[in-house]
């Protein structure tokens, strides 16, 4: 009975939360979730090209949930510290870490395309000064001078982009409404099919009338037998093999057409058209990636939970419109590439196919190009700037807090030796960032593949509205369940394990990325399964003893392996600091206003309790 209680005293609260603290937000979610599928039915976009949406236009304003006024959180670290512990918090910083340090890669990989092909020198100079510019300022600015900077980046891309889409909108093929690049081509029947290459090649070559062009437009078949060595069909089967024949497969709509096929188009409410992605988007978004991105998380405390609040929804709808309309570049240049393809320059025309915003850019002329270019530069500064200081107060105050007194600290509270720690892991960081592009990465697997990973971070976050006390399992269980659903993953689609790892029994569906769907549904069900069972422990929600946290063995091993550092971080750790709060810092310029407010936070928590606010 005592359980049934409590969980209706969570159901309760978290209704109350949604509907009548939050009504503004709750509505205005669903407001913009029934407007994206208009605009998706509206213009008959592949909904593939814009699963991002979501997690700009919806999903970014849940993140400021965690900043309950009666929780007294300053910061996302400080809280899973307070509710899991030290181990939990530093594996959470870990992750973080991990994500800061894809944006890098994946910022400088977008930029660099802009001035050169791959890996060539002028390639490789634009990765680096487009790293280098946001270490600048953000090693002598902080967060001020990223809050700053992001302003004015903000208006120059509006402005950018609303120039680019009248662009876009005047030059767009007259049959944009009825056109659909996504399908199979169903050829005619024909008594003397084409089964030579060069019988397929000419039926592409007919309507592209370039060779290199037409090549990108059909994908021919060899015939085989299920005997590798035999070449012939009359010995194939005299000798009990399967023959396949060969066959031809045209790749383009107008292609087929022109052939005399059928164009059967993919149903876009489908796995197939793309849904696949987009219900991995909803999954990652709503439950779990909000809370990985520390660009997002630093923000939601810097000011009043309703500030923020509204702050958040504006900037997700701004976002999630400008993601919006910006992907009509890539849908524009595959569509052109298809239907007018003797418009576009063989040298651009594969890139075109594909949608790639340089080659679309470079279709139109210097001019554009140069506009497209400032609006990624801008857009990718405004990016890293966010992201070394997120890595700077991580590594700073979060991370050495908990090393000196136990617990993250917020920014507010920093000395020089966290300023120090900060600008130190902004210079560690853009160098290692780079080094992934020697691996020719794609932008997409910064987000897909990372969110794989911490589908097991979003029930203990969202936990944070409702349970109290200390549950460092309802943190670790399903979070490195996440993590080792997300290695697996990860290593089933490397070339160097693929062959080993048969991950096929995963696949939901027969979309593109029905591997991925699959791990996603079924890892992110396992953890939220794994952490609602973990509710049962500590369920008084009784706090952590402080001494419990300052003991931590964990903690004081790092301690000892950071001792060489102190010389270059000034002062030191001090091993009474785990027993002393007010000795946390020796020589590091340490203010106590940190510890008084620390002592303050602990009794707030005390009279939660007492009062009967703990679950």
């Not at 669903?30 to 994206?36: G, R």
């Not at 791959?118 to 390639?123: A, G, I, L, P």
């Not at 001792?563 to 203010?591: C, H, I, Q, W, Y």
């Amino acid at each position: 009975m005592e359980g049934g209680n409590r969980f209706a005293g969570w159901v309760s609260s978290c209704s109350r939360y949604m509907f009548r603290e939050h009504r503004l937000h709750f509505f205005g979610t669903l407001a913009v979730l029934m407007v994206f599928f208009v605009f998706m039915m509206a213009f008959q976009v592949n909904l593939q090209w814009f699963w991002l949406l979501l997690y700009a236009a919806l999903i970014l304003p849940f993140a400021p949930y965690v900043t309950k006024p009666e929780f007294f959180f300053r910061s996302l670290p400080e809280a899973i510290n307070e509710r899991y512990g030290s181990m939990a918090t530093l594996a959470f910083g870990l992750a973080v870490l991990f994500r800061l340090y894809q944006e890098v890669w994946s910022n400088a990989l977008v930029v660099a395309g802009f001035y050169g092909d791959e890996h060539t020198r002028e390639w490789w100079l634009g990765a680096c000064l487009s790293t280098a510019i946001p270490v600048i300022y953000s090693f002598t600015g902080g967060m001020r001078a990223s809050l700053v900077t992001d302003v004015a980046q903000s208006v120059i891309c509006i402005g950018f982009l609303l120039a680019l889409i009248i662009v876009l909108g005047v030059n767009a093929p007259a049959s944009f409404g009825s056109w659909n690049g996504a399908g199979t081509c169903n050829l005619a029947a024909d008594p003397t099919p084409p089964v030579l290459p060069e019988q397929c090649a000419a039926a592409a070559f007919d309507w592209i009338r370039d060779a290199g062009k037409a090549a990108l437009a059909y994908n021919y078949t060899a015939p085989t037998c299920s005997y590798g060595t035999i070449t012939s069909q009359d010995v194939c089967t005299s000798v009990g093999g399967t023959w396949t024949a060969a066959t031809c497969q045209l790749l383009q709509q107008r292609v087929c057409t022109t052939s005399g096929g059928k164009w059967q188009p993919r149903e876009r409410a489908s796995l197939e058209g793309g849904m696949d992605l987009l219900v991995v988007a909803l999954m990652q978004g709503i439950l779990s990636y909000p809370f990985f991105d520390p660009v997002l998380t630093d923000r939601a405390f810097l000011a009043s939970p309703k500030a923020m609040l509204i702050s958040f929804m504006l900037a997700g709808i701004i976002s999630g419109l400008f993601i919006f309309l910006f992907s009509f570049m890539g849908i524009f240049g595959n569509m052109v590439a298809n239907l007018e393809p003797t418009t576009v320059a063989p040298a651009i025309y594969k890139n075109m196919l594909a949608g790639n915003p340089t080659a679309v850019s470079k279709y139109f002329g210097t001019a554009m190009y140069s506009v497209t270019n400032i609006i990624f530069i801008t857009e990718s500064l405004s990016t890293l700037d966010s992201t070394f200081t997120s890595a700077a107060k991580l590594l700073g105050p979060e991370f050495l807090g908990i090393l000196e007194i136990g617990q993250p600290q917020p920014p507010q509270t920093a000395n020089k030796r966290h300023l120090r720690a900060g600008r130190i892991i902004i210079i560690i960081l853009a160098v290692i960032g780079i080094l992934p592009l020697l691996a020719n990465p794609t932008a997409l697997n910064a987000t897909t593949v990372s969110g794989t990973l911490i589908m097991g971070l979003g029930p203990p976050v969202w936990f944070l509205i409702f349970i109290k006390g200390y549950r460092p399992l309802t943190f670790h269980i399903p979070f490195w369940w996440g993590i080792g659903m997300g290695v697996v993953f990860q290593l089933s689609t490397a070339s160097c394990c693929k062959d080993y790892i048969n991950a096929r029994g995963f696949a939901f569906g027969s979309g593109e990325n029905n591997t991925l769907l699959g791990f996603n549904v079924i890892g992110t069900a396992i953890a939220w399964g794994l952490a609602g069972l973990t509710l049962l422990e500590n369920s008084e929600g009784s706090n952590l003893i402080v001494a419990a946290a300052q003991g931590n063995n964990v903690v004081k091993l790092i301690q000892k392996l950071l001792k060489p550092l102190d010389r270059v971080l000034g002062g030191k750790f001090d091993r009474s600091a785990a027993a002393n709060p007010n000795m946390a810092v020796e020589g590091g310029d340490f203010d106590m206003s940190a510890v008084k407010e620390n002592a303050a936070f602990e009794e707030r928590l005390q009279r939660d309790q007492e009062s009967g606010l703990a679950v």
